[in-house]
């Protein structure tokens, strides 16, 4: 496994990361659960990430107690606020209030002391930019946060959220995550400008396509059983097109002259981005974890970027 420096900060974290989205706490079994976050530990993952909302708080549970038998300061933990947490008018969003009262109550699920990186899960614009960076400003000050992040913000709110912090000499934005893979490019012409500029680094995910570019789906058949498309609560027909499915089939051959899988090929071809940290994956069976690790330290040829690129933008 290799490591990255968390955009400007000194901070590590593996080219590959293990999140918890519609996985952990309800739909995946907790032993399988378990033993990924196992095998991605065993296998060099310093870098575990959930949210306040995935199930409303039981993966944050999940991973805290799966973690729970190592060291503290051996993994980078993330977690997330804004979605909705109850039934009351301030039970979600980035209100002093709500980010206040949410970072207690994930610490006491997580079971842990600190959050390493906290993010805000989407921009809130009912609430005072300056209101929520002085609450997780004062977050890092207790001790409570270490490093602050976003995901889903547009350049230009990023930008507003960094001179803001700097006017105010407040802790700044070190890191976005953004959904980001071959078949979702959106981040490459404003966020990743704006991210290098003022020393952000991404953490993307999705960078499979929610399991397109795995090579599971293929144009003419029937959606696998068990798959993510194959759930009653699973839209996915803005990705699973025929037009992807086909470039999906003609990134084959690339993988297979890189003596990769389409997997290992998508998440290299993620990494090839310096201002990309960790690609976020998930794993429902530790087995899956098993190919997509490999992906970590490989270098795609030349050739190879050249004719993923020409297939991309066919």
Same mark, same amino acid.
Request: net charge negative; hydrophobic share 35%; with cysteine.
């Given at each position: 496994?290799?490591? %990255? !420096?968390?955009?400007?900060?000194?901070?590590?974290?593996?080219?590959?990361?293990?999140?918890?989205?519609?996985?952990?706490?309800?739909?995946?079994?907790?032993?399988?659960?378990?033993?990924?976050?196992?095998?991605?530990?065993?296998?060099?993952?310093?870098?575990? @990430? #959930?949210?306040?909302?995935?199930?409303?708080?039981?993966?944050?549970?999940?991973?805290?107690?799966?973690?729970?038998?190592?060291?503290?300061?051996?993994?980078?933990?993330? #977690?997330?606020?804004?979605?909705?947490?109850?039934?009351?008018?301030? @039970?979600?969003?980035?209100?002093?209030?709500?980010?206040?009262?949410?970072?207690?109550?994930?610490?006491?699920?997580?079971?842990?002391?600190?959050?390493?990186?906290?993010?805000?899960?989407?921009?809130?614009?009912?609430?005072?930019?300056?209101?929520?960076? %002085?609450?997780?400003?004062?977050?890092?000050?207790?001790?409570?946060?270490? *490093?602050?992040?976003?995901?889903?913000?547009?350049?230009?709110?990023?930008?507003?959220?960094?001179?803001?912090?700097?006017?105010?000499?407040? @802790? %700044?934005?070190?890191?976005?995550?953004?959904? *980001?893979?071959?078949?979702? !490019?959106?981040?490459?012409?404003?966020?990743?400008?704006?991210?290098?500029?003022?020393?952000?680094?991404?953490?993307?995910?999705?960078?499979? =396509?929610?399991?397109?570019?795995?090579?599971?789906?293929?144009?003419?058949?029937?959606?696998?059983?068990?798959?993510?498309?194959?759930?009653?609560?699973?839209?996915?027909?803005?990705?699973?097109?025929?037009?992807?499915?086909?470039?999906?089939?003609?990134?084959?051959?690339?993988?297979?002259?890189?003596?990769?899988?389409?997997?290992?090929?998508?998440?290299?071809?993620?990494?090839?981005?310096?201002?990309?940290?960790?690609?976020?994956?998930?794993?429902? !069976?530790?087995?899956?974890?098993?190919? #997509?690790?490999? =992906?970590?330290?490989?270098?795609?040829?030349?050739?190879?970027?050249?004719?993923?690129?020409?297939?991309? #933008?066919?």
């Amino acid at each position: 496994m290799q490591y %990255r !420096r968390l955009g400007n900060t000194g901070l590590k974290v593996s080219e590959i990361s293990l999140g918890s989205w519609l996985t952990y706490g309800g739909y995946v079994e907790e032993q399988n659960a378990v033993s990924s976050i196992d095998l991605a530990y065993e296998s060099g993952i310093n870098f575990f @990430d #959930t949210a306040n909302v995935y199930i409303r708080g039981e993966a944050e549970k999940v991973v805290g107690k799966a973690l729970s038998k190592y060291p503290r300061s051996s993994y980078v933990l993330a #977690t997330k606020v804004f979605g909705n947490m109850g039934d009351g008018p301030n @039970d979600q969003g980035l209100s002093r209030k709500h980010i206040m009262e949410q970072c207690d109550a994930s610490l006491k699920r997580l079971g842990m002391d600190y959050i390493d990186i906290y993010y805000c899960h989407r921009y809130h614009a009912e609430t005072p930019l300056h209101e929520t960076l %002085r609450a997780l400003d004062d977050l890092v000050r207790q001790g409570k946060v270490l *490093y602050v992040g976003v995901s889903e913000w547009t350049a230009e709110q990023i930008t507003e959220a960094v001179h803001l912090a700097d006017k105010k000499l407040l @802790d %700044r934005i070190v890191v976005n995550q953004p959904n *980001y893979s071959m078949l979702q !490019r959106y981040i490459e012409k404003e966020i990743i400008p704006v991210s290098e500029k003022h020393g952000i680094g991404q953490v993307v995910f999705s960078p499979l =396509a929610q399991g397109v570019l795995t090579g599971k789906y293929k144009n003419g058949a029937n959606v696998p059983e068990g798959s993510r498309a194959a759930q009653a609560n699973t839209n996915m027909s803005h990705i699973l097109t025929e037009e992807n499915l086909d470039k999906v089939e003609q990134l084959r051959s690339v993988a297979y002259a890189e003596d990769l899988t389409l997997a290992q090929l998508a998440i290299a071809w993620i990494l090839r981005q310096p201002n990309v940290a960790s690609a976020l994956v998930g794993a429902s !069976r530790p087995e899956q974890l098993q190919e #997509t690790i490999k =992906a970590s330290g490989v270098k795609l040829s030349s050739d190879a970027l050249e004719k993923i690129n020409e297939i991309l #933008t066919n």
